[in-house]
């Protein structure tokens, strides 16, 4: 089905729903997200308690465990095995009644985890209804939430594009996605489900492992890819090493393949051992994602907020099957904790598709006479004196021109998150730079094709396409423009809620820190970063350079043609359903502007749970006020 025509059968459905709320069924797909956040999580108690794996790193351990079941039971020698990745995610349970999605929890401590159900209603592997008809009564499905790695680097990019830490890893970062209160936040990170196992007091119509996973997959499911069924443990030991081999291919973690009797008549013979791990399963772990090659050097770089970011230079050593020969060290505060010093051998990890880290050194292999890294105490580039601000791991060059600083200024202007300037990147900003012909920002809008043509390595063409790449820019909206300025602290979704609010950069830049706070979303830091970057002198000369270029300083998202097209809301206090970022942006695609004070000019005042002294003022200025219910009528959201 088209994307469009889902959307327009996916309104109709919402349309019905609130028309005739007693027809909405849990399973609806308008079901899948919506929740409004929780304040926190609560406790869930597993009927059946979730269980561990024992681990083994080698076929001998394999054979050890065979030789300790076929004890208990001879059987197994001839019930076959089934093999299957393990999963490196989040373990959930998901409770089915009649059929029907109830609960979903995280393992916790194996007894009591946390009810996630909003959350995982929005991954959509998981069926809010089973299809079918072979399923019990009652039954739990459990399985692993995981973090595609594709999704994964591309949260990270957009992180990092915002100024935020990228996260660590995969397997982390599901469980946290998972824990969220806001399941709108679980949604945006496109986490996905693998079932492996089914619970149920009442007889499933299957004898067997392999069975297991067919059935979830006509239940609805989807399981892991690369499953095997062997005949002998030997059998095992080749497709281990295949599977191994086969790893780095993946779009998800895994950290080694579970082997698993075949026969589940079996499973309940041989029991667990203690509360924690079944004796019919056990992982055979892969060799850990880990290197150890020798630190070359420390070097330093200078991001655009004057922050010195430490990267080691390493021996190039094979991770995970790609070649690492740089890493990062995070910041200055871990060298010095962990006592990293030049020369000392250290473990490099990579996991999934984040950058290369340093873990740590490897002391028994330190060379006599390394030395303590001593952290620069003048910036590398420029040489103006580091500051170390007091509770903060990094630490700073303060000069706002300090060329490190300033070039990871322009790239970051130009980049495709920013202005989006085609075919301004690093290496062609530091030679226009060297050039003298690129100093800040505003000097790219005097660029003419005659000086750039002189350059190295810039045809006729090159020199063109990027004078009409920066023209282009000009139109780009506001949004855009003050993430690209690289103020402190706002990042591409803080730059967009300034822009969105205020509409204009001359009414952002007359706004006091106060004014600029009050907005959703915009904290205090924020807010005073903000005002703070328009108070200084040499900022505000440079958006009037800008502003003389005719670069753009509106948001323009209004649409023209629209239900709201050429009118101006203001939203006050907390809307029943609607988040402030969904109110507003239904009021931009229909047309409209939303913005932070009321004045004569404005349409209407959306008030909302305990409103401020914006509805006192537009009571005084009369200016209409509506509900949410009232918007959504205006908007056509709802007829
Ligand atoms: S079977 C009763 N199969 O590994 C079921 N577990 O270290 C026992 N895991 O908590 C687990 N992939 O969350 C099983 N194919 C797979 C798995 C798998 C990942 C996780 C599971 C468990 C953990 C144990």
Redesign the pocket.
């Known amino acids: 089905m088209a994307d469009a025509e889902y959307d327009r059968l996916f309104r109709e459905l919402q349309q019905l729903e609130a028309k005739n709320p007693d027809l909405r069924t849990p399973d609806s797909p308008t079901q899948r997200v919506g929740a409004e956040p929780a304040s926190a999580l609560t406790k869930y108690r597993h009927r059946v308690p ?4 024992a ?1 083994a790193f080698d076929d001998g351990e394999l054979e050890a465990w065979q030789t300790r079941i076929a004890k208990i039971s001879p059987e197994v020698l001839s019930a076959g095995y089934q093999l ?9 349970n998901l409770t089915y009644e009649d059929g029907i999605l109830t609960v979903a929890a995280t ?1 916790g401590n ?1 007894t009591v985890g946390d009810d996630v159900t909003a959350n995982v209603r929005t991954i959509p592997d998981v069926p809010l209804r089973l299809q079918g008809t072979a399923w019990t009564p009652v039954l739990e499905v ?3 939430a995981y973090f595609p790695l594709d999704n994964f680097a591309r949260l990270n990019e957009r992180r990092e594009a915002n100024g935020e830490e990228p996260f660590a890893n995969p397997r982390n970062s599901a469980a946290g996605s998972l824990r969220q209160l806001d399941s709108r936040v679980t949604r945006s990170r496109g986490l996905r489900f ?1 079932a ?2 089914i ?1 149920s007091a009442y007889p499933i119509p299957v004898a067997t492992q392999h069975e297991v996973l067919d059935l979830l997959t006509s239940w609805g499911f989807d399981v ?1 890819p690369h ?1 095997h069924r062997v005949a002998s443990l030997e059998d095992a030991f080749a497709i281990v090493a295949e599977l191994e081999a086969l790893v780095p291919t993946l779009n998800f973690e ?1 950290d080694g ?2 082997i ?1 009797v075949d026969r589940l008549a079996l499973h309940e013979t041989l029991g667990v051992v203690g509360v924690r791990e ?1 004796r019919w ?1 056990i ?1 055979r772990k892969f060799a850990p994602e880990i290197a150890v090659t020798k630190l070359l050097d420390i070097r330093v770089n200078v991001g655009r907020t004057g922050a010195l970011n430490p990267y080691a230079v390493l021996e190039p050593v094979e991770v995970s099957g790609v070649t690492v020969s740089k890493a990062t060290l995070h910041n200055m505060n871990l060298v010095e904790v962990k006592d990293i010093r030049v020369g000392d051998h250290v473990e490099v990890m990579r996991a999934g598709e984040v950058i290369p880290q340093v873990l740590g050194p490897v002391i028994e292999k330190r060379v006599q006479g390394a030395k303590r890294y001593k952290p620069p105490t003048s910036c590398p580039v420029c040489g103006t004196e580091v500051e170390h601000p007091e509770g903060e791991v990094a630490c700073y060059c303060p000069n706002a021109s300090c060329p490190g600083r300033v070039l990871e200024g322009i790239t970051h202007y130009a980049s495709r998150g920013a202005l989006d300037i085609r075919g301004l990147g690093e290496q062609r900003v530091a030679q226009l730079h060297e050039a003298g012909l690129v100093r800040d920002v505003g000097d790219l809008y005097g660029l003419t094709t005659e000086p750039l043509e002189a350059l190295d390595g810039f045809a006729k063409k090159a020199a063109e396409q990027l004078v009409e790449a920066v023209a282009a820019s000009k139109a780009q909206p506001l949004s855009r423009l003050l993430f690209g300025l690289g103020i402190r602290h706002v990042g591409a979704e803080g730059a967009r809620v300034l822009a969105r609010t205020h509409g204009d950069l001359d009414t952002l830049m007359a706004a006091s820190a106060e004014e600029i706070g009050a907005i959703d979303g915009i904290g205090p830091v924020i807010a005073e970063a903000v005002a703070h970057f328009f108070e200084e002198p040499k900022n505000r000369e440079l958006i009037e350079r800008l502003r003389s270029h005719g670069v753009s300083f509106h948001e323009s998202t209004t649409t023209s043609g629209g239900a709201l097209s050429g009118q101006t809301y203001v939203i006050t206090g907390t809307l029943p359903n609607l988040s402030r970022t969904r109110a507003v942006a239904l009021i931009e695609t229909a047309g409209g502007r939303v913005t932070s004070s009321i004045s004569k000019n404005t349409t209407a005042l959306i008030v909302g749970e305990a409103p401020g002294s914006k509805l006192d003022r537009a009571k005084a200025l009369g200016v209409e006020q509506l509900d949410e219910a009232g918007l959504l009528r205006r908007v056509g959201d709802v007829t």
């Open positions: 979730m269980l561990s794996l681990n299957e990745l393990k999963i490196d995610g989040a373990a959930i393992r194996g459990r399985g692993e693998f492996f196992h619970e892991a499953r895994s393949i579970v698993k079944p399963a992982a």
